[in-house]
């Protein structure tokens, strides 16, 4: 995320690696620039640094019957740390409902957080912007806490409690974000008509830093860096959009945004009638409401 704009087009990442894990649910991601063997052991050996450092070891994987999984190097690797692998059965996702279910909700938010914020916001909207979207949307997931137990899959995962006081410090994502000047922020002035602030995209939470600092993009020049003095516009209220400017979500760019999966829900013409219908039966519903309120009103007067 940190190329400033400058990434060659065969290094940006066209896909990546999803863990999940059966215990507990919590998800990571590893985004990859290929899909090959040595790019998902990458990603591998990524996932299970990130594990060492909680206390969890992991001895057994389930996945599908990509490549990736199923070559020779991937196997040699885990057998050369004692690991088991499992396959779930040739177009049987249900043999891996668990995780396929959480990558289902993550894709989906993730596709509603880019359509969001285009709709709002046309003038930015992106397509290539889906790796952010969906770092978001699996942190989403890790700390959102279950309504049955309370807890949330990194609590379960991490045997600590992530403090819900922190969700204040989560906005909505691709909203306006308004940077304090650097010269300001260090204490210097500024001429009195130039500019006190730069306006970013707001993509999420840093990584490496406070739960308070998020990471914003700069349309100006590219570059996406964590920002501490900032002030956020959830309701993109400073910004306009109007139909024209909308960019066309039927294009395979935006239909295809995160591949040709099952996991995108395209609606089909009975479905289209389906909606209609049920739409014309709410405004029916709420406009007899409305004449029974407006009838008792009378009977008050």
């Excluded at 863990?19 to 998800?27: R, T």
């Excluded at 829900?265 to 709420?286: A, C, F, I």
Aim: proline share 4%; charged share 20%.
């Amino acid at each position: 995320f940190n190329s400033r704009g400058k990434t060659a087009d065969k290094d940006l990442y066209c896909g990546g690696c999803i863990f999940v894990d059966h215990a507990s649910g919590f998800v990571s991601v590893e985004f990859q620039s290929s899909l090959s063997s040595h790019a998902t052991l990458v990603s591998k050996v990524s996932f299970e640094n990130m594990c060492r450092d909680h206390g969890v070891m992991p001895q057994k994987y389930l996945s599908d019957n990509g490549g990736a999984f199923t070559s020779k190097e991937y196997s040699d690797h885990l057998s050369a740390f004692h690991q088991h692998n499992r396959f779930a059965g040739v177009g049987a996702h249900h043999h891996n409902g668990h995780a396929e279910r959480a990558i289902q909700t993550i894709m989906s938010i993730s596709r509603a957080m880019i359509l969001h914020s285009a709709m709002h916001w046309p003038e930015l909207a992106d397509t290539s912007l889906w790796p952010m979207a969906v770092s978001h949307a699996v942190f989403l997931w890790n700390h959102v806490p279950s309504l049955s137990t309370g807890l949330s899959p990194s609590d379960l995962f991490t045997r600590s409690r992530w403090k819900q006081s922190r969700f204040h410090d989560i906005h909505v994502w691709g909203c306006p974000t308004y940077v304090l000047d650097k010269t300001i922020a260090d204490g210097k002035k500024l001429p009195r008509w130039k500019p006190r602030s730069t306006r970013c995209q707001y993509l999420g939470l840093s990584p490496l830093h406070s739960s308070s600092v998020p990471l914003v993009l700069n349309p100006s020049t590219g570059s996406i860096t964590p920002q501490f003095h900032v002030v956020f516009d959830d309701w993109f209220a400073t910004v306009s959009s109007d139909t024209a400017s909308l960019p066309d979500f039927n294009s395979d760019e935006w239909n295809k945004m995160f591949g040709d999966s099952s996991f995108q829900y395209m609606l089909d013409d009975e479905d289209l009638v389906n909606m209609r219908e049920l739409s014309q039966q709410l405004e029916d519903s709420l406009d007899s409401k409305h004449a029974d309120f407006l009838r008792e009103q009378q009977v008050l007067e």
